[in-house]
């Protein structure tokens, strides 16, 4: 999850997260594991350079608990991985981006979860003009994708169908939002870029106002994470030789059409909308055989020109301290919690 991070001690985010064992146990101040970021126990703060993964706002907890929310509790929610029968859920691991210094890290934070071996990357934020990107975000997720991660973005909140990156960056899979209507949500934006669509109004979560708060959400970035959790059971359920691919077109090529639900303007612009029975029952029949005909990647040929990624090191460099503040050498930049008319979506401006 690459957000705003999370209320680390609300009770219905305590069973399922990631830890990394050597942080965990390990000393305080100290970077046990040598991957350059001191006591990355359950995630790290990429923006205000700690280990103290709340951030900006309940954005980050509202998104983490339609995921792994912990079921079997009797409280709250429960995610869409969150386990059950006692069984926990799958492991989510907090990168914070938007931090309280502000909004940073979004690329080391791709390439962060990457190399822990993440098998998702939610992702709930994007560019809030069409056609802007970073360069050094696409490479982050190019890395990602060629090792072997599902990069998820919100198509974003604009009523748009401009191209919002990443989202609509032909190497991540873009969620788009739905009424439970099956209608297209006011503010989704939309466009052949998007890949899928899942209920994304007033969606019930999460929040971190006080430890133990709950919340119902609006807006493509709460879309997001309940697609990140169906296809994160749906590789629960498949077992772990399930590769990646075969579940990502099985998320895809299950989701029922929304055309007929929507006015003609939208046709294939929404993609299908989210069926989790069906994808996980695509999900449990085994992956062919590796032939030929299996994409290497979550879509065809490439649209535009290779990202060149001569900046982005294979690695962090283990020796690189952390910069407790905002990086003097990057552009000024303004981000904001779009919260009009409950429409939440983490958005950045260059
Ligand atoms: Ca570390
Ligand atoms: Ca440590
Ligand atoms: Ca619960």
Redesign the pocket.
Known sequence: MIDSGIEETHPDLQTNKWA?TL?CSGADGV??????????CHGYNHADGTSVLLGSGDHGTACTGLIAGTCDNSIGVCGVAGGRNGQPGTSYLTSTVFGTSGAQGFAEALVYGADQGVFASSNSWGYTTAGVYEDSVLAAVDYAVNGGVVVIFAAGNANRQGDYYPGCYNRTLAVGAVTNKKIKSSYSNYGEWVDLSAPGDAIYSTGYTDAGSYGAYTGTSFATPVVAGALALAKSWAGSSASSSHLVECLVGTASNLDTFNSDIYAGKLGGLLDVPALLACATVPSPAPTATVLPTLTVAPSRAPVPRPSMSPTLNPTTTRRPTVAPTEAPRIFNLACAQNDCWLEKRL
């Open positions: 990394n942080e970077d046990d594991d040598g991957n350059g970021f001191i006591d990355d």
